[in-house]
Protein backbone atom coordinates (compact mmCIF):
# COMPACT_ATOMS: atom_id res chain seq x y z
CA UNK A 1 0.00 0.00 0.00
CA UNK A 2 1.05 3.76 -1.00
CA UNK A 3 1.40 6.02 2.40
CA UNK A 4 -0.22 8.99 0.20
CA UNK A 5 -2.06 8.88 -3.35
CA UNK A 6 -3.18 11.87 -4.96
CA UNK A 7 -5.62 11.94 -7.64
CA UNK A 8 -6.76 15.16 -9.80
CA UNK A 9 -6.73 17.16 -6.49
CA UNK A 10 -7.89 20.76 -7.24
CA UNK A 11 -8.59 23.58 -4.80
CA UNK A 12 -10.01 27.12 -5.41
CA UNK A 13 -10.65 29.50 -2.60
CA UNK A 14 -13.53 31.49 -3.43
CA UNK A 15 -12.83 32.21 -7.44
CA UNK A 16 -8.98 31.51 -7.31
CA UNK A 17 -8.17 28.31 -7.98
CA UNK A 18 -4.68 27.25 -6.09
CA UNK A 19 -4.11 23.58 -6.83
CA UNK A 20 -4.74 22.83 -10.19
CA UNK A 21 -5.32 18.60 -11.01
CA UNK A 22 -2.43 17.60 -8.39
CA UNK A 23 -1.00 14.09 -8.19
CA UNK A 24 1.58 11.99 -6.75
CA UNK A 25 2.04 8.93 -4.50
CA UNK A 26 4.49 8.64 -1.66
CA UNK A 27 5.81 5.21 -0.82
CA UNK A 28 5.62 4.14 3.01
CA UNK A 29 8.96 4.99 4.52
CA UNK A 30 10.19 7.46 2.45
CA UNK A 31 11.37 11.38 2.47
CA UNK A 32 9.29 12.83 0.16
CA UNK A 33 9.21 16.56 -0.84
CA UNK A 34 7.32 19.04 -2.41
CA UNK A 35 9.58 21.53 -3.50
CA UNK A 36 8.21 25.09 -4.66
CA UNK A 37 8.46 28.63 -4.72
CA UNK A 38 6.32 30.78 -1.79
CA UNK A 39 2.86 30.78 -2.47
CA UNK A 40 2.81 27.79 -5.28
CA UNK A 41 0.38 25.89 -3.07
CA UNK A 42 2.00 23.68 -0.91
CA UNK A 43 0.61 24.56 2.43
CA UNK A 44 -2.86 24.09 0.74
CA UNK A 45 -1.73 21.00 -0.35
CA UNK A 46 -0.95 19.65 3.22
CA UNK A 47 -3.73 21.08 4.76
CA UNK A 48 -5.52 19.07 2.51
CA UNK A 49 -3.47 15.79 3.31
CA UNK A 50 -3.67 16.20 6.92
CA UNK A 51 -7.37 16.70 6.81
CA UNK A 52 -8.03 20.13 7.98
CA UNK A 53 -9.36 21.14 4.20
CA UNK A 54 -11.44 19.47 1.94
CA UNK A 55 -9.84 19.55 -2.01
CA UNK A 56 -12.57 21.17 -4.28
CA UNK A 57 -12.76 18.33 -6.86
CA UNK A 58 -10.22 15.00 -6.92
CA UNK A 59 -9.21 11.93 -4.02
CA UNK A 60 -6.85 11.59 -1.74
CA UNK A 61 -6.39 8.68 0.28
CA UNK A 62 -4.10 8.12 3.29
CA UNK A 63 -2.30 4.48 3.94
CA UNK A 64 -5.91 3.75 1.82
CA UNK A 65 -8.23 5.90 4.55
CA UNK A 66 -9.74 8.66 2.69
CA UNK A 67 -9.75 11.86 5.34
CA UNK A 68 -13.52 12.68 4.59
CA UNK A 69 -14.85 9.53 5.98
CA UNK A 70 -12.27 8.27 8.14
CA UNK A 71 -10.62 11.57 9.68
CA UNK A 72 -10.08 10.48 12.73
CA UNK A 73 -8.54 7.07 11.60
CA UNK A 74 -6.12 9.16 9.85
CA UNK A 75 -5.41 11.77 12.07
CA UNK A 76 -4.37 9.22 14.56
CA UNK A 77 -1.28 7.90 11.97
CA UNK A 78 -0.17 11.15 11.46
CA UNK A 79 1.07 14.46 12.44
CA UNK A 80 1.56 17.62 11.40
CA UNK A 81 3.84 20.02 11.98
CA UNK A 82 2.36 23.23 10.29
CA UNK A 83 4.32 26.12 8.58
CA UNK A 84 3.63 28.76 11.82
CA UNK A 85 4.45 27.14 15.04
CA UNK A 86 1.43 26.58 17.70
CA UNK A 87 2.27 27.19 20.73
CA UNK A 88 0.87 28.10 24.22
CA UNK A 89 2.81 31.16 25.18
CA UNK A 90 1.75 30.98 28.86
CA UNK A 91 2.69 27.74 29.86
CA UNK A 92 6.18 25.61 29.90
CA UNK A 93 7.73 23.52 27.54
CA UNK A 94 7.07 20.25 29.09
CA UNK A 95 3.35 21.74 29.84
CA UNK A 96 2.86 22.16 25.95
CA UNK A 97 4.21 18.50 25.22
CA UNK A 98 2.39 17.27 28.08
CA UNK A 99 -0.65 18.30 27.05
CA UNK A 100 -0.73 16.93 23.28
CA UNK A 101 1.08 13.89 24.64
CA UNK A 102 -2.60 13.12 26.87
CA UNK A 103 -4.86 14.13 24.09
CA UNK A 104 -3.20 11.98 21.85
CA UNK A 105 -3.36 9.00 24.45
CA UNK A 106 0.18 8.53 25.12
CA UNK A 107 0.93 5.80 27.52
CA UNK A 108 4.23 7.01 29.50
CA UNK A 109 3.75 10.63 29.47
CA UNK A 110 7.23 11.89 31.29
CA UNK A 111 9.29 9.21 29.48
CA UNK A 112 8.11 10.24 26.20
CA UNK A 113 8.88 13.86 26.49
CA UNK A 114 12.22 13.38 28.10
CA UNK A 115 12.95 11.47 25.41
CA UNK A 116 12.20 13.73 22.76
CA UNK A 117 13.74 17.01 24.91
CA UNK A 118 16.55 15.05 24.66
CA UNK A 119 16.76 14.32 21.11
CA UNK A 120 16.05 17.82 20.09
CA UNK A 121 18.50 19.35 22.53
CA UNK A 122 15.32 21.20 24.42
CA UNK A 123 16.38 19.68 28.08
CA UNK A 124 17.98 23.06 28.90
CA UNK A 125 14.73 25.17 28.68
CA UNK A 126 11.81 22.52 28.82
CA UNK A 127 10.77 24.37 32.31
CA UNK A 128 10.15 27.92 31.25
CA UNK A 129 7.30 29.41 29.50
CA UNK A 130 7.27 29.38 25.94
CA UNK A 131 7.03 33.33 25.38
CA UNK A 132 10.33 33.50 26.41
CA UNK A 133 11.69 31.46 23.69
CA UNK A 134 13.93 31.96 21.05
CA UNK A 135 12.49 31.62 17.26
CA UNK A 136 14.79 28.30 17.22
CA UNK A 137 13.60 26.74 20.57
CA UNK A 138 10.15 27.28 19.56
CA UNK A 139 10.72 25.43 16.33
CA UNK A 140 12.12 23.34 17.93
CA UNK A 141 9.36 22.71 20.88
CA UNK A 142 7.02 22.67 18.01
CA UNK A 143 8.83 19.83 16.34
CA UNK A 144 8.95 17.55 19.09
CA UNK A 145 4.99 18.10 19.75
CA UNK A 146 4.66 16.97 16.47
CA UNK A 147 6.78 13.86 17.08
CA UNK A 148 4.82 13.00 20.27
CA UNK A 149 2.43 9.35 20.03
CA UNK A 150 4.77 8.32 17.56
CA UNK A 151 2.97 8.96 14.18
CA UNK A 152 4.17 6.97 11.35
CA UNK A 153 3.46 9.87 8.59
CA UNK A 154 4.63 12.68 9.33
CA UNK A 155 3.83 16.02 7.62
CA UNK A 156 6.08 18.68 7.99
CA UNK A 157 5.68 22.05 6.76
CA UNK A 158 8.99 24.31 5.49
CA UNK A 159 10.24 22.90 9.03
CA UNK A 160 13.60 25.01 7.92
CA UNK A 161 12.62 28.23 6.92
CA UNK A 162 14.11 30.73 8.99
CA UNK A 163 16.37 28.65 10.93
CA UNK A 164 20.05 29.30 11.39
CA UNK A 165 22.49 27.04 9.20
CA UNK A 166 23.99 24.85 12.29
CA UNK A 167 20.41 24.43 13.54
CA UNK A 168 19.36 23.23 9.63
CA UNK A 169 22.00 20.59 9.25
CA UNK A 170 20.83 19.00 12.93
CA UNK A 171 17.21 19.11 11.68
CA UNK A 172 17.99 17.38 8.15
CA UNK A 173 19.52 15.17 10.31
CA UNK A 174 16.57 14.25 12.70
CA UNK A 175 14.58 14.00 9.58
CA UNK A 176 17.14 11.47 8.31
CA UNK A 177 16.62 9.50 11.27
CA UNK A 178 12.69 9.59 11.13
CA UNK A 179 13.02 7.51 7.58
CA UNK A 180 15.36 5.26 9.19
CA UNK A 181 13.31 4.55 11.98
CA UNK A 182 10.57 3.63 9.46
CA UNK A 183 8.35 6.62 9.44
CA UNK A 184 7.39 8.11 5.65
CA UNK A 185 8.27 11.90 6.12
CA UNK A 186 6.11 14.33 3.99
CA UNK A 187 8.31 17.55 4.04
CA UNK A 188 7.69 20.87 2.07
CA UNK A 189 10.67 23.08 1.44
CA UNK A 190 11.97 26.45 -0.81
CA UNK A 191 15.29 24.92 -1.09
CA UNK A 192 16.63 23.20 -3.85
CA UNK A 193 19.54 22.23 -1.33
CA UNK A 194 17.34 20.35 1.15
CA UNK A 195 15.05 18.61 -1.03
CA UNK A 196 18.35 17.25 -2.85
CA UNK A 197 20.01 16.71 0.13
CA UNK A 198 17.01 14.16 2.23
CA UNK A 199 14.42 13.04 -0.20
CA UNK A 200 13.78 9.89 -2.05
CA UNK A 201 11.52 11.62 -4.07
CA UNK A 202 10.81 15.05 -5.54
CA UNK A 203 7.72 16.72 -6.82
CA UNK A 204 8.18 20.16 -7.79
CA UNK A 205 4.88 22.49 -7.58
CA UNK A 206 4.71 25.42 -9.64
CA UNK A 207 1.13 27.66 -9.44
CA UNK A 208 -0.50 24.35 -8.34
CA UNK A 209 0.62 22.02 -10.97
CA UNK A 210 3.24 19.28 -10.51
CA UNK A 211 5.63 20.22 -13.40
CA UNK A 212 7.98 17.67 -12.66
CA UNK A 213 8.67 14.73 -10.12
CA UNK A 214 11.45 11.88 -9.58
CA UNK A 215 14.76 11.19 -7.84
CA UNK A 216 16.37 14.25 -6.80
CA UNK A 217 19.29 13.50 -9.48
CA UNK A 218 16.56 12.97 -12.40
CA UNK A 219 14.88 16.62 -10.89
CA UNK A 220 18.88 18.19 -10.63
CA UNK A 221 19.62 17.47 -13.94
CA UNK A 222 19.22 20.42 -15.51
CA UNK A 223 19.41 22.77 -12.52
CA UNK A 224 21.77 25.61 -12.10
CA UNK A 225 21.27 26.75 -8.72
CA UNK A 226 23.68 29.19 -7.26
CA UNK A 227 23.71 29.72 -3.13
CA UNK A 228 25.28 32.81 -1.31
CA UNK A 229 27.25 31.73 1.88
CA UNK A 230 28.66 34.63 3.68
CA UNK A 231 31.41 34.41 6.55
CA UNK A 232 32.04 36.75 9.65
CA UNK A 233 34.63 39.20 8.19
CA UNK A 234 37.49 37.87 10.75
CA UNK A 235 36.91 34.09 9.10
CA UNK A 236 37.34 35.07 5.24
CA UNK A 237 40.78 33.53 5.15
CA UNK A 238 40.51 30.50 7.14
CA UNK A 239 37.05 29.84 5.15
CA UNK A 240 38.93 30.82 1.44
CA UNK A 241 41.50 28.29 2.79
CA UNK A 242 39.53 25.44 3.80
CA UNK A 243 37.22 25.34 0.84
CA UNK A 244 40.65 25.72 -1.16
CA UNK A 245 41.72 22.49 0.52
CA UNK A 246 38.53 21.05 0.39
CA UNK A 247 38.26 21.47 -3.55
CA UNK A 248 35.26 22.87 -3.91
CA UNK A 249 35.10 25.81 -6.25
CA UNK A 250 33.58 29.06 -5.31
CA UNK A 251 32.91 32.79 -6.54
CA UNK A 252 33.26 35.40 -4.45
CA UNK A 253 31.08 38.13 -4.94
CA UNK A 254 30.32 41.82 -3.34
CA UNK A 255 27.46 39.72 -1.18
CA UNK A 256 29.71 36.52 0.32
CA UNK A 257 30.77 33.25 -2.01
CA UNK A 258 28.64 31.99 -4.72
CA UNK A 259 28.58 28.24 -4.85
CA UNK A 260 26.36 25.72 -6.80
CA UNK A 261 23.62 23.48 -5.42
CA UNK A 262 25.87 20.77 -5.72
CA UNK A 263 28.73 22.12 -3.85
CA UNK A 264 27.07 24.02 -1.16
CA UNK A 265 25.82 21.25 1.35
CA UNK A 266 29.92 20.21 1.34
CA UNK A 267 30.59 23.82 1.60
CA UNK A 268 28.77 24.41 4.52
CA UNK A 269 29.48 21.39 6.32
CA UNK A 270 33.31 22.01 5.90
CA UNK A 271 33.27 25.42 7.00
CA UNK A 272 30.90 24.47 9.78
CA UNK A 273 33.92 21.50 10.76
CA UNK A 274 36.83 24.52 10.77
CA UNK A 275 34.78 26.55 13.11
CA UNK A 276 34.10 29.49 10.54
CA UNK A 277 31.25 31.59 11.53
CA UNK A 278 28.53 31.57 9.06
CA UNK A 279 26.36 34.23 9.13
CA UNK A 280 24.13 33.58 5.69
CA UNK A 281 23.15 30.35 3.79
CA UNK A 282 20.86 30.94 1.41
CA UNK A 283 19.63 29.73 -1.46
CA UNK A 284 19.82 32.68 -4.59
CA UNK A 285 16.43 34.41 -5.00
CA UNK A 286 15.61 33.73 -8.24
CA UNK A 287 16.87 30.34 -8.64
CA UNK A 288 13.34 28.38 -8.17
CA UNK A 289 12.11 30.52 -10.70
CA UNK A 290 14.71 29.07 -13.34
CA UNK A 291 14.22 25.94 -11.79
CA UNK A 292 10.74 26.37 -12.91
CA UNK A 293 11.96 27.74 -16.43
CA UNK A 294 14.54 24.87 -17.23
CA UNK A 295 11.86 22.23 -16.07
CA UNK A 296 8.93 23.83 -18.67
CA UNK A 297 11.13 24.43 -21.40
CA UNK A 298 12.31 20.57 -21.12
CA UNK A 299 8.33 19.93 -21.28
CA UNK A 300 8.10 21.54 -24.00
CA UNK A 301 10.73 19.97 -25.83
CA UNK A 302 9.34 16.78 -24.68
CA UNK A 303 6.05 18.06 -25.89
CA UNK A 304 7.30 18.89 -29.32
CA UNK B 1 -13.47 7.08 27.22
CA UNK B 2 -10.59 8.82 25.56
CA UNK B 3 -13.03 11.79 23.72
CA UNK B 4 -14.17 12.39 28.15
CA UNK B 5 -10.12 11.93 28.67
CA UNK B 6 -9.29 14.79 25.53
CA UNK B 7 -12.36 17.40 26.87
CA UNK B 8 -11.23 16.93 30.49
CA UNK B 9 -7.80 17.61 29.27
CA UNK B 10 -8.67 21.06 27.07
CA UNK B 11 -11.20 22.58 29.52
CA UNK B 12 -8.70 21.91 32.27
CA UNK B 13 -6.30 23.89 30.23
CA UNK B 14 -8.27 26.53 28.99
CA UNK B 15 -9.81 27.09 32.94
CA UNK B 16 -6.02 27.14 33.98
CA UNK B 17 -5.17 30.01 31.71
CA UNK B 18 -7.58 31.69 33.22
CA UNK B 19 -7.10 31.14 37.08
CA UNK B 20 -3.28 32.17 36.61
CA UNK B 21 -3.85 35.08 34.09
CA UNK B 22 -3.88 38.41 36.24
CA UNK B 23 -5.96 40.38 33.85
CA UNK B 24 -8.54 37.65 33.85
CA UNK B 25 -8.89 37.47 37.25
CA UNK B 26 -8.59 41.52 37.38
CA UNK B 27 -11.48 42.25 35.30
CA UNK B 28 -14.15 39.01 36.16
CA UNK B 29 -13.63 38.66 39.86
CA UNK B 30 -12.10 41.86 41.00
CA UNK B 31 -13.70 44.37 39.28
CA UNK B 32 -17.14 43.15 39.72
CA UNK B 33 -16.13 42.69 43.82
CA UNK B 34 -15.06 46.31 43.54
CA UNK B 35 -18.11 47.75 41.76
CA UNK B 36 -20.21 45.52 44.55
CA UNK B 37 -18.75 47.07 47.21
CA UNK B 38 -18.86 50.56 45.40
CA UNK B 39 -22.53 50.33 44.51
CA UNK B 40 -23.26 49.02 48.02
CA UNK B 41 -21.39 51.12 50.46
CA UNK B 42 -21.01 54.76 48.22
CA UNK B 43 -24.13 54.63 46.32
CA UNK B 44 -26.37 52.09 48.01
CA UNK B 45 -27.85 54.70 50.32
CA UNK B 46 -28.65 57.01 47.51
CA UNK B 47 -30.36 54.42 45.46
CA UNK B 48 -34.14 53.94 46.19
CA UNK B 49 -34.90 50.24 45.72
CA UNK B 50 -37.71 48.51 47.42
CA UNK B 51 -38.16 48.21 51.17
CA UNK B 52 -36.50 49.84 53.57
CA UNK B 53 -33.49 52.14 51.82
CA UNK B 54 -29.27 51.96 52.64
CA UNK B 55 -26.53 49.81 51.91
CA UNK B 56 -27.76 46.63 53.35
CA UNK B 57 -30.98 47.04 51.29
CA UNK B 58 -29.26 47.88 48.41
CA UNK B 59 -27.26 45.03 48.36
CA UNK B 60 -30.00 42.46 48.94
CA UNK B 61 -31.55 43.70 46.02
CA UNK B 62 -28.64 43.99 43.35
CA UNK B 63 -26.72 40.67 44.24
CA UNK B 64 -28.57 39.00 41.73
CA UNK B 65 -27.43 41.60 39.35
CA UNK B 66 -24.00 41.85 40.51
CA UNK B 67 -23.71 37.71 40.03
CA UNK B 68 -24.78 38.26 36.33
CA UNK B 69 -22.65 41.12 35.67
CA UNK B 70 -19.49 39.00 37.05
CA UNK B 71 -20.64 36.39 34.34
CA UNK B 72 -21.12 39.22 31.05
CA UNK B 73 -17.51 40.23 32.54
CA UNK B 74 -16.04 36.56 32.27
CA UNK B 75 -17.55 35.94 28.42
CA UNK B 76 -15.03 38.84 27.45
CA UNK B 77 -12.59 36.28 28.16
CA UNK B 78 -14.31 33.54 26.60
CA UNK B 79 -14.03 35.34 23.13
CA UNK B 80 -10.40 36.26 23.85
CA UNK B 81 -9.63 32.56 24.50
CA UNK B 82 -11.16 31.56 21.71
CA UNK B 83 -9.69 34.14 19.53
CA UNK B 84 -5.89 33.56 20.46
CA UNK B 85 -6.45 29.90 19.94
CA UNK B 86 -7.48 30.47 16.28
CA UNK B 87 -5.02 33.21 15.33
CA UNK B 88 -2.18 31.44 17.21
CA UNK B 89 -2.88 28.49 14.81
CA UNK B 90 -3.43 26.18 18.46
CA UNK B 91 -6.78 25.67 17.18
CA UNK B 92 -5.26 23.81 13.90
CA UNK B 93 -2.87 21.78 16.22
CA UNK B 94 -6.21 20.41 17.87
CA UNK B 95 -7.89 20.08 14.19
CA UNK B 96 -4.70 17.58 12.97
CA UNK B 97 -4.91 15.34 16.39
CA UNK B 98 -7.14 12.91 16.52
CA UNK B 99 -9.70 14.02 18.40
CA UNK B 100 -13.64 14.18 18.16
CA UNK B 101 -15.00 17.56 16.05
CA UNK B 102 -16.90 19.00 18.63
CA UNK B 103 -14.58 18.47 21.77
CA UNK B 104 -12.15 21.37 20.58
CA UNK B 105 -14.94 23.85 20.79
CA UNK B 106 -16.93 22.24 23.26
CA UNK B 107 -13.98 22.24 25.86
CA UNK B 108 -13.64 26.09 25.52
CA UNK B 109 -17.91 26.46 26.31
CA UNK B 110 -17.19 23.67 29.12
CA UNK B 111 -14.50 25.92 30.34
CA UNK B 112 -16.14 28.97 30.04
CA UNK B 113 -19.36 28.12 31.69
CA UNK B 114 -17.56 26.65 34.58
CA UNK B 115 -15.40 29.23 34.84
CA UNK B 116 -17.96 31.95 34.80
CA UNK B 117 -19.72 29.74 37.59
CA UNK B 118 -16.79 29.93 39.58
CA UNK B 119 -16.23 33.60 39.57
CA UNK B 120 -19.71 33.95 40.46
CA UNK B 121 -19.66 31.77 43.33
CA UNK B 122 -16.51 34.05 44.50
CA UNK B 123 -18.60 37.31 44.28
CA UNK B 124 -21.20 35.32 45.91
CA UNK B 125 -19.10 34.70 48.59
CA UNK B 126 -18.15 38.12 49.11
CA UNK B 127 -21.49 39.10 49.00
CA UNK B 128 -22.46 37.05 51.91
CA UNK B 129 -19.24 38.24 53.57
CA UNK B 130 -20.48 41.78 53.17
CA UNK B 131 -24.13 40.85 54.77
CA UNK B 132 -26.19 39.63 52.14
CA UNK B 133 -28.41 36.44 53.06
CA UNK B 134 -29.88 34.30 50.59
CA UNK B 135 -33.52 33.22 51.34
CA UNK B 136 -33.83 29.96 49.60
CA UNK B 137 -35.00 27.01 49.64
CA UNK B 138 -33.27 23.70 48.38
CA UNK B 139 -35.23 24.03 45.07
CA UNK B 140 -34.91 27.12 44.43
CA UNK B 141 -31.42 27.11 44.99
CA UNK B 142 -30.67 24.53 42.48
CA UNK B 143 -32.79 26.28 40.32
CA UNK B 144 -30.46 29.46 40.58
CA UNK B 145 -27.98 27.23 39.71
CA UNK B 146 -29.75 26.17 36.51
CA UNK B 147 -30.71 29.76 35.47
CA UNK B 148 -26.52 30.60 36.09
CA UNK B 149 -25.90 27.85 33.80
CA UNK B 150 -28.61 28.68 31.14
CA UNK B 151 -27.22 32.38 31.41
CA UNK B 152 -23.63 31.36 31.13
CA UNK B 153 -24.05 28.87 28.41
CA UNK B 154 -26.25 31.47 26.34
CA UNK B 155 -23.31 34.26 26.59
CA UNK B 156 -20.66 32.03 25.53
CA UNK B 157 -22.50 30.62 22.83
CA UNK B 158 -23.39 34.45 21.96
CA UNK B 159 -19.05 34.53 22.22
CA UNK B 160 -18.06 32.46 19.57
CA UNK B 161 -18.99 33.77 16.45
CA UNK B 162 -17.53 37.28 17.60
CA UNK B 163 -14.56 34.75 19.27
CA UNK B 164 -13.82 33.19 16.07
CA UNK B 165 -14.52 36.33 13.37
CA UNK B 166 -12.62 39.06 15.10
CA UNK B 167 -9.11 39.76 14.15
CA UNK B 168 -7.39 40.56 17.06
CA UNK B 169 -7.08 39.23 21.18
CA UNK B 170 -8.28 43.02 21.57
CA UNK B 171 -11.08 43.49 19.48
CA UNK B 172 -12.31 39.59 20.19
CA UNK B 173 -13.99 41.03 23.49
CA UNK B 174 -15.69 43.72 22.48
CA UNK B 175 -19.15 42.09 21.92
CA UNK B 176 -19.31 41.85 26.28
CA UNK B 177 -19.91 45.51 26.36
CA UNK B 178 -22.91 45.15 24.56
CA UNK B 179 -24.16 42.47 27.66
CA UNK B 180 -22.83 44.92 29.81
CA UNK B 181 -24.73 47.85 28.72
CA UNK B 182 -27.88 45.48 28.56
CA UNK B 183 -27.13 44.85 32.31
CA UNK B 184 -26.77 48.08 33.27
CA UNK B 185 -30.12 49.58 31.36
CA UNK B 186 -32.19 46.87 33.25
CA UNK B 187 -33.15 45.50 36.92
CA UNK B 188 -30.19 44.57 37.77
CA UNK B 189 -28.48 47.10 39.55
CA UNK B 190 -31.55 49.85 40.50
CA UNK B 191 -35.09 49.46 39.64
CA UNK B 192 -36.74 50.91 36.38
CA UNK B 193 -39.08 52.30 37.62
CA UNK B 194 -37.19 55.93 38.32
CA UNK B 195 -35.30 55.36 34.49
CA UNK B 196 -36.03 58.17 31.88
CA UNK B 197 -39.41 56.82 30.28
CA UNK B 198 -37.94 55.67 27.07
CA UNK B 199 -34.97 54.04 28.66
CA UNK B 200 -37.54 53.01 31.35
CA UNK B 201 -39.50 51.17 28.13
CA UNK B 202 -36.25 49.97 26.96
CA UNK B 203 -35.24 48.25 30.30
CA UNK B 204 -38.71 46.72 30.60
CA UNK B 205 -38.53 44.69 27.86
CA UNK B 206 -35.22 43.37 27.19
CA UNK B 207 -34.34 40.05 27.86
CA UNK B 208 -32.06 40.78 30.90
CA UNK B 209 -34.45 42.69 32.81
CA UNK B 210 -36.70 39.30 33.58
CA UNK B 211 -33.40 37.22 33.70
CA UNK B 212 -32.16 39.17 36.49
CA UNK B 213 -35.99 39.19 38.33
CA UNK B 214 -36.18 35.83 38.42
CA UNK B 215 -32.96 34.89 39.89
CA UNK B 216 -33.55 37.67 42.59
CA UNK B 217 -36.33 35.63 43.00
CA UNK B 218 -35.03 32.59 43.42
CA UNK B 219 -32.17 33.85 46.06
CA UNK B 220 -34.90 35.31 47.99
CA UNK B 221 -38.10 33.77 48.49
CA UNK B 222 -39.35 37.52 50.07
CA UNK B 223 -39.29 38.77 46.54
CA UNK B 224 -42.41 38.19 44.45
CA UNK B 225 -41.77 37.13 40.95
CA UNK B 226 -44.69 36.69 38.29
CA UNK B 227 -44.56 33.36 36.82
CA UNK B 228 -44.92 35.63 33.28
CA UNK B 229 -41.32 36.79 34.46
CA UNK B 230 -40.09 33.74 35.12
CA UNK B 231 -40.98 32.47 31.66
CA UNK B 232 -39.93 34.98 29.69
CA UNK B 233 -36.44 34.86 31.20
CA UNK B 234 -36.37 30.92 30.16
CA UNK B 235 -37.74 31.89 27.21
CA UNK B 236 -35.45 34.42 26.36
CA UNK B 237 -32.30 32.13 27.28
CA UNK B 238 -33.34 29.27 25.60
CA UNK B 239 -33.89 31.38 22.71
CA UNK B 240 -30.71 32.36 22.67
CA UNK B 241 -28.95 29.34 23.17
CA UNK B 242 -30.63 28.01 20.27
CA UNK B 243 -30.05 31.12 18.10
CA UNK B 244 -26.30 31.51 18.81
CA UNK B 245 -25.45 28.13 19.50
CA UNK B 246 -26.92 27.64 15.55
CA UNK B 247 -25.22 30.30 14.32
CA UNK B 248 -21.73 29.61 16.48
CA UNK B 249 -22.12 25.85 14.71
CA UNK B 250 -22.19 27.61 11.17
CA UNK B 251 -19.15 30.02 11.85
CA UNK B 252 -17.44 26.87 13.22
CA UNK B 253 -18.31 24.48 10.48
CA UNK B 254 -17.77 27.05 7.78
CA UNK B 255 -14.53 28.00 8.97
CA UNK B 256 -12.95 24.76 10.17
CA UNK B 257 -14.64 21.74 8.69
CA UNK B 258 -15.50 22.94 5.00
CA UNK B 259 -12.78 24.95 4.43
N1 LIG C 1 -7.64 30.40 2.84
C1 LIG C 1 -7.22 30.98 1.70
N2 LIG C 1 -8.01 31.84 1.04
C2 LIG C 1 -7.61 32.41 -0.11
N3 LIG C 1 -6.42 32.18 -0.69
C3 LIG C 1 -5.57 31.34 -0.07
C4 LIG C 1 -5.92 30.69 1.15
N4 LIG C 1 -4.88 29.92 1.52
C5 LIG C 1 -3.93 30.07 0.58
N5 LIG C 1 -4.34 30.94 -0.38
C6 LIG C 1 -3.58 31.33 -1.58
O1 LIG C 1 -3.19 30.14 -2.22
C7 LIG C 1 -1.89 30.28 -2.76
C8 LIG C 1 -1.01 29.16 -2.26
O2 LIG C 1 -0.80 29.32 -0.88
P1 LIG C 1 0.01 28.29 -0.01
O3 LIG C 1 -0.54 26.92 -0.23
O4 LIG C 1 0.05 28.78 1.37
O5 LIG C 1 1.44 28.39 -0.68
P2 LIG C 1 2.85 27.85 -0.16
O6 LIG C 1 2.62 27.05 1.08
O7 LIG C 1 3.37 27.02 -1.28
O8 LIG C 1 3.69 29.05 0.08
C9 LIG C 1 -1.40 31.65 -2.38
O9 LIG C 1 -1.59 32.51 -3.48
C10 LIG C 1 -2.29 32.04 -1.23
O10 LIG C 1 -2.48 33.43 -1.20
MG1 LIG D 1 3.28 27.32 2.93
Known amino acids: MKAIVVKGVTKDFGALPVLKGVNLEVEQGEIFTLLGANGAGKSTLINILTTLSQPTAGTVAIMGLDPRTAGNQVRRLMSLNAQATTLDGEFTGAENLSLIARLRGVKDVPAEINGLAQRLDLTSFLNRKVKTYSGGMRRRLDLAMSLLGNPQLIFLDEPTTGVDPQNRLALWQMIRELRDAGKTVFLTTQYLDEADALSDHIAFIHDGVIVKSGTPAAIKQRVTATYTLQVAPADEAVATATLGAAGIAFAPTEHGLSLTAKQAEPALTALLDAGVTVTHYDQDETDLESVFLNVTKEAAHANL | ?259
Request: glycine content about 8%; hydrophobic content about 55%.
Open chain 2, 1 to 259: MQTFNQLRTLTGRIIRQNLTNADTIITVIAMPVFMLLFFVYVMGGNIATTGAGGAQAYLRYALPGFLLLTMAMGSAYTSMRINLDRTSGFLDRLHSLPIARWVILGSHVLASVTFMLMAEALVFLVGVLIGYRADVTLSSALLFVGLSVLFGLGITLLAIPFSLKADNYASAGGFSYVLLMLLFVSSALMPTTGMAKPVQMFADHQPMTPIVNTARGLLNQAVAVSQHTEWLAVGWLVGAIVVCGFLSYRVYVRMFLTR
